[in-house]
């Protein structure tokens, strides 16, 4: 049975500062990875999306890399914004599996 | 334009009550997903469709009854409503379940 992990919990940080989310994951046989970020009372905005014959993705200030045969992924988050702030999440699909399975998240503050 | 749409955004109910909540795509996928969010904000994949058949039923109580009448909406009813069915539930799409996730803003339900 897949297990998502995330840690931190909580990070509140500078704004200005690069900082780095972690996430890992039990079952390495996965077909793709998706970063989150839910704001308040919101719904989930998708980030990026790696596939697992991928190491990483980029979309502007954020870059996720991926690591599956150690179960990792990382998001860097570079030159952070008071904007940032949001609880980020994310999510695994295994091999032969139709859903997503979901860490608890680390909820980002991003001090001005 | 609204990718994904969910109706209601806020569900207050009594306890025994049947209740029914929307969802609508326009983004053309062919999948579609329900996900709970628990109190503790851990999201759990509830059901899936793919072109109205459906694909993913974790273990839910049989009082919840995801109907498809179409490939762009997918509704979820839910029978006898108990106070641990309060969560906030998000509908999702993609083009098939390989690729990239689309939530809409999720609907808090909250039973008294």
């Known amino acids: 049975k897949q297990e998502v992990t995330q840690i931190p919990a909580a990070l509140s940080v500078p704004e200005g500062e690069n900082l780095v989310l972690n996430c890992s994951f039990t079952?390495?046989?996965?077909?793709?990875l998706q970063w989150f970020r839910q704001d308040p009372g919101k719904g989930l905005t998708s980030l990026l999306l790696?596939?697992?014959?991928?190491r990483e993705q980029t979309s502007g200030r954020l870059n996720a890399s991926l690591d599956k045969s150690s179960g990792r992924s990382t998001l860097y988050i570079a030159a952070s914004q008071p904007g940032d702030s949001a609880t980020y999440l994310c999510a695994v699909r295994g091999q032969g599996a139709q859903k997503l399975v979901f860490g608890q998240g680390t909820r980002l503050t991003i001090n001005p | 334009d609204t990718a994904v749409s969910q109706t209601p955004k806020y569900l207050v109910t009594q306890m025994g009550n049947d209740k029914s909540i929307k969802c609508e795509q326009n983004l053309g996928h062919d999948t579609m997903y329900w996900y709970k969010q628990d109190s503790k904000k851990f999201l759990k994949i509830m059901f899936s469709?793919?072109?109205?058949?459906?694909?993913i039923n974790e273990t839910v109580p049989n009082r919840f009854s995801p109907k498809s009448p179409d490939k762009a909406h997918l509704n979820l009813h839910i029978n006898s409503l108990e106070l641990g069915d309060s969560a906030v539930y998000f509908c999702?799409?993609?083009?098939?379940?390989?690729?990239?996730?689309?939530f809409g803003p999720g609907t808090r339900l909250t039973v008294t």
């Open positions: 469709y793919n072109n109205k058949e459906l694909i």
């Open positions: 079952d390495s046989a996965i077909y793709n």
């Open positions: 999702a799409s993609s083009h098939a379940a390989a690729y990239e996730q689309y």
């Open positions: 790696i596939q697992s014959s991928q």
